[in-house]
């Protein structure tokens, strides 16, 4: 299947980067304290970071490039640091999609994004996973009670920090620039796109202010609407 992007919108032919030479060209190349800021374990400034983040994106591909970035949330420390080399992120019930997972049982390299509320900078950590169903660690990542479906367990290869521009340039922490008005609420959005078959109230029900309760809980989607 042909993945080139197509439209009148798109760029032309001769204005595609396609070598490193070209993209250096027009971007430029780092300074060396930036070239070489990755480091290959974590430092206690790091291990502080992880401990309060309560959010990161996960980027993985599979064995044939094909990408997938999940968002995991937890309260804060939701991975586990288990040495300078090793951290854990838990599983929680979910969708069971399992799209960044099936790409590790291909391909082992992850990147991870990790997001301190209120902080502009954030954390990266590449490495290499794989997924665990228990270790004795899983104790100690409970949450109300119930422990992680599995963890990701990742050997550190690089970590190293963002600088705040991506945050500063979209104001993410101002809520005065907060634009969320008129847009189609989740359960609105599960109606027309994903769940069709599925009545608005049910819906409006599922994703209601019972929803937070159900976090941790392996709780079953609405039904199918019976037909007339």
């Known amino acids: 299947m042909d993945s080139t992007p197509h439209g009148p919108g798109t760029a032309r032919p001769e204005d595609v980067i396609a070598t490193a030479a070209d993209l250096e060209a027009l971007i430029g190349t780092p300074l060396p304290r930036i070239a070489q800021k990755q480091r290959p374990t974590l430092d206690p400034i790091d291990v502080e970071w992880i401990a309060r983040s309560p959010f990161l994106v996960l980027a993985t591909s599979d064995a044939e490039g094909r990408c997938d970035a999940s968002p995991k949330g937890d309260p804060p420390g939701l991975a586990r640091v288990l040495d300078e080399r090793t951290i854990a992120v838990p599983e929680r019930p979910g969708n069971k999609r399992l799209d960044g997972y099936r790409n590790v049982l291909s391909n082992p390299h992850v990147g991870i994004i990790f997001i301190v509320p209120g902080r502009e900078d954030t954390l990266r950590v ?3 996973a794989r997924l665990v169903r228990d270790a004795p660690y899983f104790d100690d990542m409970r949450v109300k009670g119930h422990r992680p479906v599995l963890a990701l367990e990742v050997a550190v290869e690089e970590v190293f920090f963002h600088c705040a ?3 500063l340039r979209s104001r993410l922490w ?10 189609p ?3 609105q959005i599960a109606g027309a796109l994903e769940r069709p078959d599925v009545s608005r109230e049910d819906l409006e029900r599922y994703y209601g202010p019972g929803y937070a309760d159900r976090l941790y809980l392996d709780a079953p989607m609405p039904q199918a609407s019976p037909t007339a």
Not at 174 to 183: F, M, N
């Open 174 to 183: 101002r809520p005065e620039s907060w634009d969320v008005e008129g847009l």
């Open 126 to 128: 590449n490495g290499r």
């Open 165 to 167: 521009k991506a945050f």
């Open 185 to 187: 609420s989740r359960a």
